[in-house]
């Protein structure tokens, strides 16, 4: 889930846990901003303790810090204040029984200053108060390799985005169908900490439910 402002899409928990019950969809995580880019509600900076309430009253067991505006990635000063941020509210996170983490997108690679954002955020947080949301997609189009990663910080990827990426567009791809090696991948689970994974696709040339119906049928083929 994701654009929690307070609300659940205008629905208070309670609500909005009966409509997914109804439906027999369990909700894993959800993701939040910083909320320092526009100061938004429902997120680390504006309301995080409403929102880790809500989130334990849905039975939640994740909540994970999603995106950040290119205003927020500028400086390594401003990576090392997000570390600070995260450990704080991985610990509001943690009395609630709630796991907190980070999600990954290509931008936190590139080096600034001769660091590499996402080293610092992995080294400058505790590892049991802020878990990783690794998305393959994104950190294979950044040109690095997830298993380095996850054999670098163990025990730190309990969550994936699984999507797969088009040969020489480099542009989203049906899972199985494109170039990234899904079996090698998996193969580190243990090492990575993996406890979910969700297959994802944010945009398609296909209609989506043609494209949901590759990713399904690729998968039902693995035992991942």
């Given at each position: 889930?994701?654009?929690?402002?307070?609300?659940?899409?205008?629905?208070?928990?309670?609500?909005?846990?009966?409509?997914?019950?109804?439906?027999?969809?369990?909700?894993?995580?959800?993701?939040?901003?910083?909320?320092?880019?526009?100061?938004?509600?429902?997120?680390?900076?504006?309301?995080?303790?409403?929102?880790?309430?809500?989130?334990?009253?849905?039975?939640?067991?994740?909540?994970?810090?999603?995106?950040?505006?290119?205003?927020?990635?500028?400086?390594?000063?401003?990576?090392?204040?997000?570390?600070?941020?995260?450990?704080?509210?991985?610990?509001?996170?943690?009395?609630?029984?709630?796991?907190?983490?980070?999600?990954?997108?290509?931008?936190?690679?590139?080096?600034?200053?001769?660091?590499?954002?996402?080293?610092?955020?992995?080294?400058?947080?505790?590892?049991?108060?802020?878990?990783?949301?690794?998305?393959?997609?994104?950190?294979?189009?950044?040109?690095?390799?997830?298993?380095?990663?996850?054999?670098?910080?163990?025990?730190?990827?309990?969550?994936?985005?699984?999507?797969?990426?088009?040969?020489?567009?480099?542009?989203?791809?049906?899972?199985?169908?494109?170039?990234?090696?899904?079996?090698?991948?998996?193969?580190?689970?243990?090492?990575?900490?993996?406890?979910?994974?969700?297959?994802?696709?944010?945009?398609?040339?296909?209609?989506?439910?043609?494209?949901?119906?590759?990713?399904?049928?690729?998968?039902?083929?693995?035992k991942w």
């Open positions: 889930m994701f654009d929690y402002n307070g609300t659940f899409w205008a629905k208070s928990p309670k609500e909005f846990s009966k409509i997914c019950n109804d439906l027999g969809l369990t909700i894993v995580s959800s993701h939040y901003k910083t909320g320092r880019h526009d100061n938004a509600k429902g997120t680390l900076l504006n309301g995080w303790d409403k929102a880790v309430d809500d989130a334990a009253e849905m039975n939640i067991k994740y909540m994970v810090c999603a995106w950040l505006y290119k205003e927020e990635r500028v400086s390594i000063d401003l990576y090392k204040a997000l570390a600070e941020m995260l450990n704080k509210a991985g610990e509001r996170c943690s009395k609630a029984k709630i796991q907190f983490g980070y999600h990954s997108h290509n931008f936190e690679f590139p080096p600034i200053d001769g660091i590499v954002p996402y080293d610092l955020i992995l080294q400058n947080t505790d590892k049991e108060l802020v878990k990783m949301e690794a998305d393959l997609f994104w950190i294979t189009k950044a040109g690095v390799d997830p298993v380095a990663y996850f054999t670098k910080y163990p025990g730190r990827f309990p969550l994936w985005h699984v999507k797969d990426m088009e040969r020489g567009s480099e542009q989203f791809a049906e899972v199985g169908h494109g170039v990234i090696d899904f079996d090698r991948i998996f193969a580190a689970r243990e090492v990575a900490g993996l406890e979910h994974w969700f297959v994802e696709q944010d945009q398609t040339s296909r209609e989506p439910y043609v494209s949901l119906t590759m990713s399904r049928d690729f998968i039902q083929k693995k």
